[in-house]
């Protein structure tokens, strides 16, 4: 059966210090992942999209890597600051182009001070 | 430019009554996309329209839950006869024609559905 994991629920981490979350797949087929972060009370707020023939990508202090072999994609935040706090979300795009999204549980961050 | 609204963000309901839950998309933006996500659980896909079609319901229960994109106006989620387990948070996401940015979805602050 199709499975998307991420691999914690809960993640604490110090400040300064690299957060990274892992996102695990099974029996899919993804033309691109997502990362997602959302707040308590809030809907989720679209991070980095990485395609199925894309390595990794970066933004200011956010880098995704993409492993289509290993069917697992990585998520890290450099430098991490208490406000980098939240859900993350994983999600799968199972095919191009305006197509629903398959979110994993997510893992729950919180950057100590 | 305003984000994707939904309203209401809290909707309380007792069992037998119907819940509608609205979106109106990004401007621009013709496709929507509404999902569930329960307590300690992934957000879950339920349905994708455009305007005045459903493309795909795949996920949405076959009795008592539809929803609409019309030509005017925003996409109503329904709910009839609402049960303890819908209660939930919904929430709709909306993404533009265009090849470039199609495949990212922007998303409502939710409504939180109470079934008492």
């Given at each position: 059966?199709?499975?998307?994991?991420?691999?914690?629920?809960?993640?604490?981490?110090?400040?300064?210090?690299?957060?990274?979350?892992?996102?695990?797949?099974?029996?899919?087929?993804p033309a691109y992942l997502q990362w997602y972060r959302q707040d308590p009370g809030r809907g989720p707020?679209?991070?980095?999209?990485?395609?199925?023939?894309?390595?990794?990508?970066?933004?200011?202090?956010?880098?995704?890597?993409?492993?289509?072999?290993?069917?697992?994609?990585?998520?890290?935040?450099?430098?991490?600051?208490?406000?980098?706090?939240?859900?993350?979300?994983?999600?799968?795009?199972?095919?191009?182009?305006?197509?629903?999204?398959?979110?994993?549980?997510?893992?729950?961050?919180?950057v100590i001070a | 430019n305003a984000g994707v609204m939904q309203n209401p963000r809290h909707l309380v309901?007792?069992?037998?009554?119907?819940?509608?839950?609205?979106?109106?998309?990004?401007?621009?933006?013709?496709?929507?996309?509404?999902?569930?996500?329960?307590?300690?659980?992934?957000?879950?896909?339920?349905?994708?329209?455009?305007?005045?079609?459903?493309?795909?319901?795949?996920?949405?229960?076959?009795?008592?839950?539809?929803?609409?994109?019309?030509?005017?106006?925003?996409?109503?989620?329904?709910?009839?006869?609402?049960?303890?387990?819908?209660?939930?948070?919904?929430?709709?996401?909306?993404?533009?024609?265009?090849?470039?940015?199609?495949?990212i979805q922007y998303f409502g602050a939710g409504t939180r559905l109470s079934v008492l």
């Amino acid at each position: 059966s199709q499975k998307i994991e991420q691999n914690s629920e809960a993640l604490n981490i110090q400040e300064g210090k690299t957060a990274t979350l892992t996102c695990n797949y099974t029996n899919y087929s993804p033309a691109y992942l997502q990362w997602y972060r959302q707040d308590p009370g809030r809907g989720p707020v679209f991070l980095l999209l990485i395609r199925e023939n894309e390595k990794e990508k970066r933004k200011e202090r956010l880098k995704v890597t993409f492993d289509t072999t290993l069917k697992q994609s990585l998520f890290h935040i450099t430098a991490s600051q208490p406000a980098d706090s939240a859900t993350y979300l994983c999600a799968l795009g199972p095919g191009s182009g305006n197509t629903p999204l398959v979110f994993g549980k997510g893992t729950r961050l919180s950057v100590i001070a | 430019n305003a984000g994707v609204m939904q309203n209401p963000r809290h909707l309380v309901r007792r069992r037998g009554q119907e819940a509608r839950l609205r979106c109106s998309p990004m401007k621009g933006h013709s496709h929507v996309y509404w999902y569930r996500q329960l307590p300690e659980e992934g957000l879950k896909f339920m349905v994708y329209l455009q305007k005045e079609n459903i493309i795909d319901e795949s996920g949405m229960p076959k009795e008592r839950f539809s929803a609409e994109f019309p030509k005017e106006g925003p996409s109503i989620l329904r709910i009839q006869q609402v049960v303890r387990g819908d209660s939930a948070a919904y929430f709709c996401a909306s993404s533009p024609r265009r090849d470039r940015d199609r495949d990212i979805q922007y998303f409502g602050a939710g409504t939180r559905l109470s079934v008492l």
